[in-house]
Nanobody, 123 residues
Framework: DVQLQASGGGVVQTGGSLRLSCAAS????????IAWFRQAPEKDRQEVAC????????YPTNSVVGRFTASSDNAKNTIYLQMNSLKSEDTAVYYC????????????????WGQGTLVTVSS
């Protein structure tokens, strides 16, 4: 079974940093694109980063460009989201999700989701 488990959330002050991790199991990262999403209370889900199987990373949400960096360690089957210069509007539950290769350049949502990890940015 495809399983994803996100961790690393917490409370951080404005301007601070956090690194989220997503442990993947039941599949090979070489075959799946991985995306990071977030959802704030009463707001729509946003895709903040996508890593393709070719290692290309895209950031569909403009507000995170230059502050967030997504990466993967295929040997550890783990994906990361480094978040710097955090702002109050980054407060949300963050999810990692997976879909077979090609997802990052397509529309729609991934098929496989992990549970979320809460990030709270306080002023």
């Amino acid at each position: 079974d495809v399983q994803l488990q996100a961790s690393g959330g917490g409370v951080v002050q404005t301007g601070g940093s956090l690194r989220l991790s997503c442990a993947a199991s039941g599949f090979n990262l070489d075959d799946y694109d991985i995306a990071w999403f977030r959802q704030a209370p009463e707001k729509d889900r946003q895709e903040v980063a996508c890593i393709s199987t070719r290692g290309v990373v895209t950031y569909p949400t403009n507000s995170v460009v230059g502050r967030f960096t997504a990466s993967s360690d295929n040997a550890k089957n783990t994906i990361y989201l480094q978040m710097n210069s955090l702002k109050s509007e980054d407060t949300a539950v963050y999810y990692c999700a997976a879909d077979p290769a090609g997802y990052c350049s397509s529309f729609g949502y991934p098929d496989y989701w992990g549970q979320g990890t809460l990030v709270t940015v306080s002023s």
